[in-house]
């Protein structure tokens, strides 16, 4: 009787589990002339808000038009996109545009005009679905684009608030967050950073530079991680880095800071 009990509960998370994960949706946003955003999106039944996921590395995820994801997998964004739509958010997963489909991907392309026009529309579209605040979420190398972005682009068009999870402090080959026009922005900004992140590129000990440069926001949190497991390249998504073994713990506190910031 214990062992068919304990069967029967587990069919019943099973079940749970799986109405619970929000369907997945290809879509080919026409944005500059003769180009198109390749998103997938996952839309809650009643959205309380609308994330942008901008994976680091080249960006390339190389969607595939049934949804297969190329690249980046285990980016910590493109594999935690389930866990913020369980929060009530709309979720948007951005590829590398339809003319940036080949090698090097976004890498040098994070902060020119053709990067913004392209995620202004992805903005523009949400906010066709939802009347919800839109956040801009970018990790390791795609903190450069969604902070270059939101300096780039003001109300209305820009984002309403912006989340940089394990930030590109110093970049020796282009231009890194905190030396960006941080004081621009006049929206809620989220500091998300491991304090053991090994990566050249994150030290989490230059992240108070970081803070000291959001003067004009109209609220700015760091939240420090520790914990969880550090496995391989310590810039890769199953380091530190990528909050591995942590993901339901971090998007929890990501998407509850947000929710109470609107």
Same mark, same amino acid.
């Given at each position: 009787m214990h062992t068919i009990i304990k069967?029967?509960?587990?069919?019943?998370?099973?079940?749970?589990?799986?109405?619970?994960?929000?369907?997945e949706q290809v879509v080919d946003l026409p944005t500059r002339a003769g180009v198109f955003q390749r998103m997938l999106v996952l839309t809650p039944p009643e959205p309380r808000g609308a994330v942008i996921l901008i994976a680091g590395g080249?960006?390339?995820?190389?969607?595939?038009?049934?949804?297969?994801?190329?690249?980046?997998?285990?980016?910590f964004v493109v594999r935690s996109r389930q866990l913020f739509a369980e929060r009530g958010l709309l979720v948007v997963v951005v590829d590398a545009p339809s003319d940036r489909q080949s090698p090097p991907f976004l890498a040098g392309?994070?902060?020119?005009?053709?990067?913004?026009?392209?995620?202004?529309?992805?903005?523009?579209?949400?906010?066709t679905k939802t009347k919800t605040p839109v956040w801009l979420v970018g990790t390791s190398r795609g903190t450069q684009s969604a902070a270059f972005i939101a300096?780039?682009?003001?109300?209305?068009?820009?984002?309403? +608030?912006?989340?940089?999870?394990?930030?590109?402090? !110093? #970049?020796?080959?282009?231009?890194?967050?905190? @030396?960006?026009?941080?004081e621009k922005l006049r929206i809620p900004v989220l500091v998300v950073h491991h304090t053991q992140d090994g990566c050249k590129h994150c030290p989490y000990s230059d992240t108070a530079a970081l803070m000291d440069?959001?003067?004009?926001?109209?609220?700015?949190?760091?939240l420090s991680i520790r914990g969880g497991e550090n496995t391989g390249d310590p810039c890769n998504?199953?380091?530190?880095? +990528?909050?591995?073994?942590?993901?339901?713990?971090? !998007? #929890?506190?990501?998407?509850?800071?947000?929710? @109470?910031?609107r």
């Open positions: 069967a029967g509960l587990a069919l019943l998370f099973t079940i749970h589990a799986v109405i619970s994960m929000a369907q080249h960006g390339g995820l190389q969607i595939s038009a049934d949804g297969a994801i190329k690249w980046g997998k285990e980016n392309n994070r902060q020119k005009p053709e990067h913004v026009a392209d995620i202004k529309a992805v903005i523009a579209w949400i906010r300096t780039e682009l003001q109300a209305p068009d820009g984002p309403d +608030g912006l989340v940089l999870t394990s930030t590109i402090l !110093i #970049d020796h080959e282009g231009r890194s967050v905190p @030396a960006m026009p941080l440069k959001l003067t004009g926001t109209t609220s700015k949190q760091l998504a199953l380091s530190y880095h +990528g909050y591995n073994g942590l993901d339901r713990e971090v !998007i #929890d506190q990501i998407a509850s800071w947000m929710l @109470a910031s």
